[in-house]
């Protein structure tokens, strides 16, 4: 299951570990990276301080490639930027935004920048920017998402630039890999199957939640906004759809109504208050393993589906 992701970035399996704020730390992030996937530390919206920890923890517990999240519309973003420089971080993820100010001071070292689009038309912007590669990301993902599905977004997106692509979005077992790799892709980004690795440091009741998850239990919320997130239904996700259609709320108060709700669900595990990003795909995921275990399994189901390609032809 080689592609040129693999050499390209060191690693033994095409497979990005999706960076997850307050989830994807250190210890995820190396166990992804030490069982021949990438590995990817979130910033999010914490300070730069947290970051520069995670980093120089990551470097202690593996010595294999890994990759670090900016969140660009985060506070910190401009620190975190510098941060990721100064630590010589050599492979970028960013979204939630345009990482075209940063570029030339992640690539000066050698960094290659591999930006999350939503759409065709942003793809094509961050290929004219000097992207290494675009994370094709479908709105059936958890977190931030856009309205095109990933089976329709892939394809276009592999159509429309030179660079190696990545699908994300509704990927959580072999299939998912096959039919990227068959739409045009050179890898996955997976998120909501690692939320429950051994290695994940996320709140039980966080792991519960994806693991009861059905295919219909999750919504996108936050449209009205410009930022929809993908999550689980709960109390605070129901309370927050009816504001954000309710026209004497305004936007101002509907943000601040839904600022430190990710937290609240990753550290604290409050399963009525907090925010539960998840993708659709969490009805298919329905045990805890280890990260290598995960991988392992994707592709080995992987590699057997696609090796009966051959039976559909006369």
């Known amino acids: 299951m080689k592609t040129i992701l693999c050499d390209a970035l060191g690693i033994k399996f095409p497979i990005f570990q999706g960076g997850m704020a307050w989830i ?66 050599k492979i970028i993820v960013t979204g939630a935004g345009n990482p075209a100010k940063y570029m030339k001071m992640w690539t000066e070292y050698g960094a290659k920048v591999i930006p999350v689009v939503a759409s065709v038309a942003l793809a094509k912007l961050m290929a004219r920017s000097g992207a290494f590669a675009v994370i094709s990301e479908g709105g059936e993902a958890g977190g931030h998402v856009g309205d095109i599905t990933t089976m329709a977004l892939v394809p276009q997106v ?18 998912g890999i096959a039919a990227a790799l068959m739409l045009g892709a050179s890898g996955v980004q997976v998120g909501t199957r690692f939320l429950v690795a051994t290695e994940c440091n996320v709140h039980e009741n966080y792991k519960s939640m994806v693991l009861k998850a059905k295919d219909i239990d999750t919504v996108s919320t936050g449209k009205r906004l410009g930022h929809p997130v993908r999550a689980i239904k709960n109390n605070f996700v129901r309370e927050f759809s009816s504001k954000e259609y309710d026209n004497s709320v305004s936007d101002s108060e509907l943000e601040k109504f839904g600022e430190g709700r990710l937290k609240l669900a990753a550290t604290d595990g409050d399963t009525k208050e907090g925010c539960f990003l998840s993708g659709q795909i969490a009805g298919l995921v329905n045990r805890e393993q280890t990260a290598k275990e995960i991988i392992e399994e994707m592709f080995s189901q992987a590699k057997e589906i696609l090796g009966k390609a051959g039976s559909f032809y006369e």
């Open 24 to 89: 994807s730390d250190a210890s995820l992030a190396a166990a992804v990276s030490n069982a021949g996937g990438l590995g990817i530390i979130a910033a999010g919206n914490a300070p730069a301080d947290f970051l520069l920890r995670e980093i120089r923890k990551i470097k202690s517990m593996t010595d294999k490639p890994f990759g670090v999240n900016i969140m660009l519309m985060s506070p910190y973003a401009e620190e975190v930027a510098q941060v990721i420089a100064d630590e010589k971080v």
């Open 158 to 175: 592999c159509d429309a630039v030179n660079i190696p692509v990545i699908a994300a979005g509704g990927i959580a077992d072999g299939r």
